[in-house]
């Protein structure tokens, strides 16, 4: 009786660690690739040199360099801010504004709204 019960111990012990053993993944053959708004820009855009990523939803404000904005699948406001910019609104119902400078702005699906845009795509 004594026996069995130290058996049983032993194996249930011997359970628990081999269950407990976890193998870390490994990031072999995971590359990280650095991806500039040059490499990405619309052909909508590529009279303009891009040096900004700016992505959200809602309002989303670019900067006063030459920026790619990237709206959501939802109702966006983007405004250019200063610089040479490209706006995606994406889908929804979008408010994309440019500012003085050069400033490409292309709608995607839904009623989108433009101003101040030298080039307008909806």
């Known amino acids: 009786m004594v026996f069995g019960l130290i058996a049983l111990i032993l194996v249930s012990v ?3 660690f081999a269950a407990g053993i976890d193998i870390a993944p490994t990031k072999i053959g995971i590359e990280s690739i650095s991806v500039s708004a040059e490499d990405i820009k619309p052909p909508a855009c590529s009279a303009l040199y891009l040096t900004n990523i700016v992505r959200g939803t809602g309002t989303i404000t670019g900067t006063n360099g030459n920026d790619l904005i990237l709206g959501s699948s939802g109702n966006d406001s983007i405004d250019g801010g200063a610089g040479d910019d490209c706006m995606e609104g ?3 119902d979008d408010i994309i504004e440019g500012n003085s400078e050069t400033d490409v702005c292309l709608g995607g699906a839904g009623n989108d709204s433009f101003s101040n845009c030298e080039t307008e795509l909806q």
Do not use: Q, W
Request: charged share 15%; glycine share 34%; no cysteine.
């Open 14 to 16: 011997f359970t628990a």
């Open 90 to 92: 994406g889908d929804g």
